[in-house]
């Protein structure tokens, strides 16, 4: 007597968090690429500005505080702004959720500077033309982050 | 041709000084990158900030992402008014498909984000207003 036995074994669980985990990755990977890019072109007279930019994210992650005391050393008149955060887990639910809108959301990172000239340099004012730096290196993140999401789509 | 930007850069300050609106209240200063000293408010600002050249197989080979910043500047801390009259005239202006000039070819515009900003200079409260551009060009 002929007999056939099936067994199926539900994946998707295990390929989601796959997919989450390298998906992180690829977040915290462009942003330091980004920041990194950032401060490779960054103007220098006390070098506080190339030392002042910082990766939040994704998670907990941060080196602000080293960023901020860097460009303080060099430059103590500089002022230092807060540091901006990206989203972290909100416990009771086991979700990531934006710090500024409260919004679930997926793993996040913000490169930003810890000194408050950035934004003149970055913007410019009416009588100085902008430097941008941060911009920069934003497009140098999103490149990457394309790539790298690319592979992971890809199954790498 | 090379110097795209440059072409980009006419047609962004021909449109906007040939808007009657914005004529009417910043007159003639509308300048790239910074205003000169002394120069009267309000005034416009537009300036480049950064770009991304795409290789295509078509499209003569070359798209390039290019990012503007175009803003109204007042003195005083209002964003009403003149310069939200000002700042409201961009999209309208800037948001286009298809235009060429001078050989570049403008794909089309996108209103990225908006920005706001206000600081002072030497206790002076200014005023920021306007908006950060994605323009799509390529050569025609």
Not at chain 1, 84 to 95: C, N, S, T
Not at chain 1, 114 to 130: H, K
Not at chain 2, 29 to 49: K, S
Not at chain 2, 50 to 67: E, Q
Request: proline share 5%; net charge positive; hydrophobic share 40%.
């Amino acid at each position: 007597m002929a007999f056939s036995i099936s067994i199926t074994k539900n994946l998707i669980p295990q390929v989601r968090v796959a997919i989450i985990d390298k998906a992180e990755d690829a977040v915290r990977d462009a942003a330091h690429y980004g920041r990194d890019y950032t401060r490779s072109i960054a103007p220098v007279r006390t070098g506080a500005l190339r030392e002042s930019f910082y990766v939040n994210g994704p998670n907990q992650e941060t080196d602000y505080v080293f960023a901020a005391g860097k460009a303080k050393a060099l430059n103590p008149s500089a002022h230092i702004v807060p540091e901006l955060r990206a989203a972290i887990v909100d416990p009771k639910v086991g979700q990531l959720r934006d710090q500024a809108t409260g919004r679930f959301t997926f793993p996040q990172t913000i490169v930003s500077s810890a000194v408050e000239y950035s934004l003149y340099i970055e913007e410019g004012t009416v009588f100085m033309a902008p430097r941008p730096i941060l911009r920069q290196g934003t497009l140098a993140a999103e490149a990457k982050f394309k790539s790298d999401m690319r592979k992971v789509a890809d199954g790498y | 041709m090379s110097a795209e930007l440059a072409r980009v850069e006419k047609w962004m300050y021909s449109t906007l000084a040939g808007d009657a609106t914005i004529s009417s209240i910043v007159g003639t200063r509308i300048y790239a990158d910074e205003a000169p000293q002394g120069t009267a408010f309000p005034l416009v600002l537009f300036a480049h900030i950064g770009n991304t050249d795409v290789i295509r197989a078509t499209n003569n080979g070359r798209l390039a992402k290019v990012i503007y910043l175009v803003r109204a500047v007042g003195m005083g801390s209002s964003t009403q008014g003149s310069l939200m009259t000002v700042a409201d005239r961009f999209d309208p202006l800037l948001l286009v498909k298809n235009v060429v000039v001078d050989g570049v070819r403008i794909n089309y515009v996108q209103h990225d984000q908006h920005h706001i900003r206000k600081d002072s200079d030497s206790g002076v409260p200014m005023t920021y207003l306007g908006s950060y551009y994605l323009v799509f060009c390529q050569p025609a």
